[in-house]
């Protein structure tokens, strides 16, 4: 009976074991993906405030000088905009001094 007790005993601690690593794999795959979730709303969220920005310096161009900004290198350069050129692409076209630019922000791939 002992050997049947210990033997128990035995399966009951692997089984947990077991149990155990299972647990922590599926906390890690959930922290992975909530990771993943984060990163992806605050990409969004850089992308409209850059979109807001530049909104604002094309604005604020217009309000002193009485032509919109005739390019993006203008806006940065004479109103101060950055943005993290390896994450976002600008498509700025100028169309006339007292016509609004055409803006695209895209966000570029990941490799």
């Known amino acids: 009976m002992y050997s049947f007790d210990r033997a128990s005993r035995i399966r009951n ?5 077991h149990i155990s ?4 794999i ?17 990409l969004a969220r850089q ?3 850059l979109k807001t920005a530049l909104n604002r310096s094309i604005v604020s161009c217009y309000c002193v000088e009485g032509t919109y900004p005739p390019s993006l290198k203008y806006i940065k350069d004479h109103y ?5 050129e390896d994450v976002f692409f600008v498509d700025y076209q100028a169309i006339g001094s007292n016509i ?6 895209l966000r570029k791939e990941e490799q």
């Open 13 to 17: 601690k692997i089984s947990g074991l």
């Open 21 to 24: 690593i299972l647990l922590f």
């Open 26 to 42: 599926a906390l890690f795959v959930f922290f992975l993906r909530v990771l993943g979730n984060v990163k992806d709303d605050s």
């Open 47 to 49: 992308e409209e405030s």
């Open 80 to 84: 101060g905009l950055t943005y993290d």
């Open 100 to 105: 609004y630019p055409d803006v695209t922000v």
